[in-house]
């Protein structure tokens, strides 16, 4: 049954969203033209440097209205699904709502990740496009140490899971930000959402900013003051510590939006 709700989730998450995607692949390919006008010799006339400047402002504005819209679109799904009329039909269904709750968290997170390849694919295409048929100098090419190649792998590794992990706790924290609000009023449901998940953005941004001053910062000016010759395995503990952390905040955010549609939620 998961299967076909993801079918379903895919279909109409993708119906318009891949029209998106190709546009934000063509403005890469724009804005990296643009740069290559701009660094050309001899130079152009600076009507036409400043309309190329323009042109990476609105290519840069449109990969980030992209990334808006596939969060919009995984949202909205999320809310038309459950909590209008349409949720009377979803949660008659014979499946179990951690089964609906998991189909939603796959497939939001999968749009999270393929609107991030679509991105990184984008900014690829720009520096292509941009350095196309240039040759680089043996001497600019940048010198990696041996002892950080070692843990390049780990490193990657390590990413992979934050970036899951984000994409993870980013959806659940929508999700149950969109359900608490659904919970709290029947009239004003998209409001409250909306209301809850701004007051917590804020909470939680200003936590950050304080973990980052004493934490985050702290551990740098550590590092360059005690002049560790290897720092790569401290960093890959450090890095392995945030994907705990973050595996503990998916766990507590999964169980209280499961907590809230299996125990709290009322559609009648």
């Known amino acids: 049954m998961l299967k076909k709700l993801l079918k379903y989730d895919f279909a109409s998450l993708l119906r ?103 991105i990184l694919l984008a900014i690829l295409i720009a520096a292509i496009v941009a350095t196309f048929g240039y040759v680089y100098e043996p001497e600019e090419l940048p010198v990696i140490p041996s002892t950080l190649l070692a843990f390049i792998p780990v490193y990657f590794l390590e990413g992979l899971a934050l970036i899951v992990l984000l994409c993870v706790s980013s959806q659940l924290f929508v999700y149950a930000c969109i359900t608490l609000g659904c919970l709290i009023t029947r009239k004003a449901k998209v409001i409250t959402s909306i209301a809850i998940y701004y007051g917590a953005n804020q909470v939680f941004s200003f936590i950050l900013q304080i973990l980052y001053l004493f934490g985050i910062s702290g551990m740098t000016s550590w590092l360059t003051s005690t002049n560790i010759t290897h720092p790569e395995p401290l960093i890959a503990l450090v890095l392995f510590g945030l994907i705990l952390f973050l595996a503990m905040w998916c766990t507590v955010l999964y169980v209280l939006e499961y907590y809230m549609l299996d125990r709290k939620l009322n559609l009648t």
């Open 16 to 118: 318009y969203w891949w029209i998106a995607a190709i546009a934000a692949l063509g403005f890469g390919a724009v804005g990296g033209l643009a740069v290559r006008v701009l660094s050309a010799e001899p130079a152009f006339p600076e009507a036409v440097n400043v309309l190329c400047g323009l042109t990476i402002g609105l290519c840069v504005v449109a990969l980030s209205v992209f990334a808006t819209l596939s969060f919009i679109l995984v949202a909205v799904r999320f809310y038309k699904n459950f909590f209008t009329d349409e949720g009377y039909l979803t949660f008659t269904l014979p499946v179990k709502r951690s089964t609906l709750l998991n189909a939603k968290l796959l497939s939001g997170v999968s749009l999270q990740l393929l609107t991030g390849g679509v």
